[in-house]
């Protein structure tokens, strides 16, 4: 006879040690009830997913730190950017003024007289 336990989740906070324990104390549990001999690996057939989660949840990290590095990145380039347009604006502020003033006396000049 054929038994077949479709599918059996597990609480994400035991952990992927918890998961391996736990799939592995499943495993003796059915080997045990079905008279199934311990070193028999052809009788029972388990799949487990909690090495996926790991690894995902590597991948999830890893790829949390990269976008936090360019964020901080962006962050900072941004800053010296516009404190470079600013050190720009304030070295030529003075030379607009006096283009202003010139161009300002040349009109007066040619209205005046």
């Known amino acids: 006879m054929r038994s077949i336990i479709p599918n059996l989740t597990?609480?994400?906070?035991?952990?992927?040690?918890?998961?391996?324990?736990m799939a592995k104390d499943i495993e003796v549990l059915l080997k045990e009830k079905h008279?199934?001999?311990?070193?028999?690996?052809?009788?029972?057939?388990?799949?487990?997913?909690?090495?996926?989660?790991?690894?995902?949840?590597?991948?999830a990290n890893v790829l949390q730190?990269?976008?936090?590095?360019?964020?901080?990145?962006?962050?900072?380039?941004g800053a010296i950017g516009i404190g470079n347009i600013m050190v720009f604006?304030?070295?030529?502020?003075p030379?607009?003024?006096?283009r202003y003033k010139e161009v300002l006396e040349h009109h007066q000049a040619l209205l005046c007289g």
Do not use: C, W
């Open 65 to 77: 730190l990269i976008v936090l590095f360019i964020g901080i990145g962006t962050l900072f380039a």
């Open 95 to 98: 030379h607009q003024r006096a």
């Open 89 to 93: 604006v304030v070295q030529e502020l």
């Open 10 to 21: 597990y609480n994400l906070s035991i952990g992927v040690d918890g998961a391996r324990k």
């Open 35 to 59: 008279f199934i001999a311990p070193d028999d690996t052809s009788a029972l057939r388990t799949r487990s997913v909690f090495e996926n989660v790991e690894q995902n949840m590597a991948f």
